[in-house]
């Protein structure tokens, strides 16, 4: 025996098979269901149809490196001011002796007169060959030339990208 789910059409009373949307005479079935899906899509509540998924906020190691930096440097100027080195002792082990203070006063003074103040080092850039490039893709078929230049091009649009929400991020 072959039984089927039925549901009653209420305009003319016939059977209709469960997954039926509509009955032949014209009724939809789920016409209430439709009004009220179109209703709440067109003023969602809270401004969102569905959940969306919660996206951590990425930590900007950038501005963690800098505040890092500016620390190291504050406390390095702390220790030139106390005239102690980092693990609290004093620098040069003649300042603590039992001398008077003008004296190790006037030797700071005339150690800050005798040093100039350096320089930064400039960059050094290594020494290229003066050697001609040679062309490695010369011998390439051009679907070959086409692809390397859409991998590059992919690769140049992601750094920018990752370079310019670095940016916001400062």
Known sequence: KNRMVTKHCP?????VPV?????PCGHEFFASRRSQ?????E???GGRRRTERVRKERQSYLAALVLEE???QRAAAQRRRLGTNRRGRPRNPSSHDDSSEEGRRQQGRAKL???PPKPPPAPVEPEMPDEEEEDMFAGASKEKLELYS???ADINR???????QQQLAL
């Open 11 to 15: 305009k003319c009373e016939q059977q």
């Open 19 to 23: 997954a039926c949307k509509s009955c």
């Open 37 to 41: 899906a179109s209703r709440a899509a």
């Open 43 to 45: 003023d969602p509540p």
């Open 70 to 72: 500016r620390a190291r």
């Open 113 to 115: 007169q005798a040093r």
């Open 150 to 152: 859409d991998i590059l």
């Open 158 to 164: 992601k750094i920018c990208s990752q370079m310019f």
